[in-house]
């Protein structure tokens, strides 16, 4: 069987990798891919990742049997629409389903208008509003872009003046773009946070293991956000009855929302939920697989990944098994020192035979005939155990494994999930 998978991270990978343990693919196209990806599929570099007229032409004719859509951009602007309509099975949501992640204020209205428990909201379209707003609320505050920013689109707060400065530059300088043009300003919650991607086909709902990610680029959540630092998964918050309280209040309700609004969501929809001391609650959604929680969450898969997204695809999710091992794992992500502002790339990067298996590539190019750095994030090394600290400490010792100038690792990936497994016994 031909798949074609679109994107070129590190969740690209993991999603390749996975699939691949299924004997009846023979070949997986990525595109674009990246220079470590193509150890384990055939890239397509000249093909990005939101050239969608050119994947469906790939998809033609190079006899492509099913399509996985990963990233944000591509599925917001219709790419599982152009591909289904061309005759090509694909997994991921809908341009109009999409909209769950690429309009805040729509996710924000879904919520409202269905009961779904979310931190409390305005919209804006106009700045002085906007401000007159914050006048009349104390901080911490959240301000949010409207439309994808590339994940950089959410101000915390901390005084009315950084969330005054965040809404100016939102809405006046425009440093996102058109998604600036709306804005929400909402409560600040507080609590442990979970990361929960579920696998649906628009009526049942199976949630993977629960994860952790780890946003900020320095120890002990400090300094700016980035695109993840590491991940760990299970989640020790994420408790078996915490669990069936989201799966009652917020998972099903979602997708039920989402078919009643005419926007039957099928593929993989990430709750980033807060465990706050009135229960749990959606800070956001995301359309897709998470990056790096993927990355720690597919090797925990005990099922087969084409026959679930198939069962996505074609609706029979509820008669089809999705299991996951009872062991833990980490992923840490090594990037380029200055990440994720400036950074210097183009070095060369070795990875033992050991960790080989291990990693996934995110920013990795081939120069010469060598693997060089190529990006902020240039791979995450996961690592499977029987236990969280057992996980923990394999993926660094992998870490150590791999070599390129300029390396830099968060040092306590896990760190604060471990400290909660302790508080627990
Ligand atoms: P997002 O870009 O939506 O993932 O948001 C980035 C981060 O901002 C989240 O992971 C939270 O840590 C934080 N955040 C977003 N919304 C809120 C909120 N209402 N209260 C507190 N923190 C928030
Ligand atoms: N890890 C968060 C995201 O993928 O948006």
């Known amino acids: 069987m031909k798949i074609m998978v679109i994107g070129g991270g590190g969740r690209e990978h993991a999603i390749v990798k996975k699939l691949k343990e299924n004997p009846a693919v023979d070949t997986i196209y990525c595109l674009p891919g990246n220079g470590g990806i193509a150890a384990d599929a055939v890239c397509v570099p000249e093909i990005g990742a939101k050239d969608i007229p050119a994947q469906v032409e790939f998809a033609k004719t190079h006899g492509v049997e099913y399509a996985v859509v990963a990233p944000d951009d591509p599925l917001a602007l219709g790419a599982v629409d152009a591909l289904s309509a061309a005759g090509v099975p694909c997994f991921g ?25 979310t931190a409390r909201y305005a919209v804006f379209s106009d700045m002085a509003e906007a401000l007159a707003y914050l006048d009349g609320h104390d901080a911490p505050i959240v301000v949010k872009a409207d439309g994808l920013a590339l994940g950089k689109g959410v101000t915390v707060a901390q005084t009315r003046e950084e969330a005054k400065a ?30 929960v991607l579920c696998f649906t086909d628009g009526e049942t709902v199976a949630p993977m293991v629960s994860s952790m990610d780890h946003k900020r680029a320095g120890d002990g959540d400090r300094g700016p956000n980035t695109g993840g630092m590491g991940a760990v998964a299970p989640n020790p918050y994420y408790t078996p009855e915490i669990a069936r309280t989201c799966m009652e209040t917020i998972f099903l309700p979602t997708v039920r929302a989402m078919r009643a609004e005419g926007r039957t969501f099928r593929g993989c929809l990430y709750f980033g939920l807060m465990l706050t001391p009135d229960g749990p609650k959606v ?45 833990a794992s980490c992923c840490v992500v090594l990037a380029s020192d200055g990440y994720p502002k400036t950074y210097q790339t183009g070095f060369p990067i070795s990875v033992s035979d050991e960790a080989a298996p291990h990693v996934f590539f995110a920013g990795a190019r081939q120069a010469d005939g060598q693997l060089v750095t190529a990006g902020g994030r240039v791979l995450g090394v996961t690592a499977v155990s029987g236990s969280l600290s057992g996980a923990v400490r394999e993926a660094y010792r992998l870490a150590g494994q791999i070599g390129f100038a300029n390396k830099y690792c968060r040092g306590d990936i896990g760190r604060k999930a471990l400290a909660a497994l302790e508080d627990d016994q």
Not at 101 to 117: D, H, N, Q, T
Not at 179 to 189: A, K, P
Not at 289 to 306: H, I, N, R, Y
């Open 93 to 117: 949501p809908s341009a109009k389903a999409a909209e769950i992640e690429s309009s805040k204020v729509f996710a924000k209205e879904l919520m409202k208008k269905y009961g779904i428990p």
């Open 166 to 195: 965040a809404v100016r530059a939102m809405m006046e300088d425009r440093v996102f773009g058109a998604s600036g043009s709306r804005v929400v300003i909402e409560e600040c919650l507080t609590g442990p946070e979970v990361s």
């Open 283 to 327: 800070i956001e959604y995301n359309c897709r697989f998470g990056d790096p929680e993927t990355q720690a969450v597919l090797p925990l898969l005990k099922s087969d990944l084409l026959t679930v997204m198939q069962a996505v695809t074609n609706g029979t999710l509820a008669q089809t098994p999705v299991e996951f091992s009872n062991g």
